[in-house]
C-alpha cells in the first residue's frame, strides 16, 4: 500500500520561511498530479498548489508570489517551499497525489498525507 509523509512544519514568526517535504513509499510519483493542501480550525480545507507531471503549477491567490511546489520523481518527493509567511498561513498541511487532471482539471486526490502543522505568530 502507498504512503506518503509529510514533514517540515514548524512554529516560525511572521515572514519566516518553511519547506515542507512530502516522501512518497509503496509507489512511484512520477505518473501523479500532486498537491499541497491545508486546513485551518473552522474553515474548510484548501488547495494551496499543484503541480502536474508535466510541471505546470497552479496556486490559490493566497499564496502567489510566496509559495513554489516542486516535486523530485528520482527522489519520490514533492517539496512546498513557504516564504513570506503570515499569520493567516497558520494550519495544518497535507500531501496529496492524484490522477491525470487532479491539478489543472481540479479532479480528487487519491492518496493523503496525515498533515503537518505550520504555526505562524505575528
Known amino acids: 500500500q502507498g504512503q506518503l509523509v509529510e514533514s517540515g512544519g514548524d512554529s516560525v514568526q511572521s515572514g519566516g520561511s518553511l519547506r515542507l517535504s512530502c516522501a512518497a513509499s509503496?509507489?512511484?510519483?512520477?505518473?501523479?498530479?500532486l498537491g499541497w493542501f491545508r486546513q485551518a480550525p473552522g474553515k474548510e480545507r484548501e488547495r494551496v498548489a499543484c503541480?502536474?507531471?508535466?510541471?505546470?503549477?497552479r496556486y490559490a491567490n493566497s499564496v502567489k508570489g510566496r509559495f513554489t511546489i516542486s516535486r523530485d520523481n528520482g527522489k519520490r518527493a514533492f517539496y512546498l517551499q513557504m516564504n513570506s509567511l503570515k499569520p493567516e498561513d497558520t494550519a495544518m498541511y497535507y500531501c496529496?497525489?492524484?490522477?491525470?487532471?487532479?491539478?489543472?482539471?481540479?479532479?480528487?486526490?487519491?492518496?493523503w498525507g496525515q498533515g503537518t502543522q505550520v504555526t505562524v505568530s505575528s
Open positions: 509503496g509507489y512511484a510519483l512520477s505518473s501523479y498530479n
Open positions: 496529496a497525489a492524484g490522477p491525470l487532471g487532479a491539478c489543472l482539471g481540479n479532479l480528487d486526490y487519491n492518496y
Open positions: 503541480i502536474n507531471t508535466q510541471g505546470d503549477t
